[in-house]
C-alpha cells in the first residue's frame, strides 16, 4: 500500500554481507522489496545528515510531509522530523510490522513527536 525505499547508513562489504544473509534466510532478494535503495556509501552522505534525507526525497520525487521515516537511532529520527518527515523511532524490542495492520499504517502509531 505504499511505495518503500530503504535509507542506509552502510559500506559496500556489509551491503554484500546483509543483502547474501537475507537471501539464504528468506529466498528473496532483499533489494526487491524496496522501489530504490540509498546507500550512505553511493551517497557520499550518512544519517543524520541532513543532505541525505534531502537527496532521497529529491530523488524518489517525494514530500517530506507525506513520507514517514523509520529509524531505532533516536538522532536520525529526529534529523528527518527537522526536515519534514513524520518519523517513528523503533525501540529496543520493536518490530516495523508492528506499526502496520492489514498493510496499512496503524492509527494508534505513535510517530515521533520531538514536543512531547
Known amino acids: 500500500n505504499y ?3 530503504l535509507l542506509s547508513n552502510t559500506n559496500s562489504i556489509h551491503y554484500r554481507t546483509y543483502t547474501e544473509k537475507f537471501r539464504e534466510v528468506h ?3 532483499m533489494p526487491s522489496l524496496f522501489e530504490k535503495l540509498f546507500l550512505s556509501y553511493e551517497m ?3 544519517k543524520p545528515d541532513p543532505a541525505i534525507f534531502r537527496k532521497a526525497l529529491m530523488t524518489a520525487n517525494l ?3 507525506e513520507t514517514l521515516f523509520i529509524d531505532d537511532m ?3 529520527v529526529e534529523a528527518a522530523v527537522k526536515e ?3 518519523a517513528c523511532h523503533l525501540g529496543n524490542g520493536s518490530d516495523v510490522t508492528g506499526l502496520f495492520i ?3 499504517l496503524r492509527p494508534e502509531a505513535e510517530l515521533f513527536n520531538p514536543r512531547a
Open 3 to 5: 511505495r518503500l525505499f
Open 27 to 29: 529466498g528473496e532478494e
Open 44 to 46: 557520499g552522505y550518512s
Open 63 to 65: 514530500k517530506a510531509e
Open 74 to 76: 533516536a538522532e536520525n
Open 84 to 86: 519534514g518527515l513524520k
Open 102 to 104: 492489514n498493510g496499512k
